[in-house]
């Protein structure tokens, strides 16, 4: 039932699965709030890009609901420029029409945008939808054994990876 959904709006949904489960996933979450936190280096990046003056649009697929338990625990909407839930927009970030719609709403350039995401899925969305710079996270859970690398987007560990290149606002290291 669960795998039915992937790479859809309902995969990430709170409301959508506490009718279906007849539970209150959004209490659930919250009941393990302390697990919430920043991944390693997370808070160094989002200051290198406010001293670099680069602006910084938060591009989730999470649920209006878990979002605020997140930026209620870790402030994490005070680093950025803006914060845009694909609930907005009513589709996920792997349909590559969501990039259309977020242009609309949080205009960017496509040649000069880094994308970075755990999810390969979203990336090649990005990717497809003229995303010049998309850049993979190996460890979704930080706290768990890196994946393999993706044959065609480049991929780092950990944002640390690629702060000096913030820094000097020069491109990132291309896949390898």
Known sequence: ????????LNWYCTDYWSDRLAMDITSLKSEVGD??????HVADFLQALKQTGLRS?????CHPDPLELKLKKTGLDSF???????HQLGKPKEDTAFWKDLHQLAPYKAASTLMVDDSFPVLESARSAGIAQCLGILSPDSKQTARQTHSEIPCIHHFD???????????LPSAG
């Not at 039932?1 to 859809?8: D, K, N, Q, V, W």
């Not at 950025?80 to 694909?86: E, P, W």
């Open 35 to 40: 697990r919430i936190a920043y991944r390693p």
């Open 161 to 171: 990876e690629i702060l000096t290149a913030i820094h000097q606002q020069r491109p």
């Open 80 to 86: 950025v420029d803006s914060i845009v839930s694909s």
């Open 1 to 8: 039932m669960i795998m039915a959904e992937r790479g859809t």
């Open 57 to 61: 649009v938060i591009v989730t697929n």
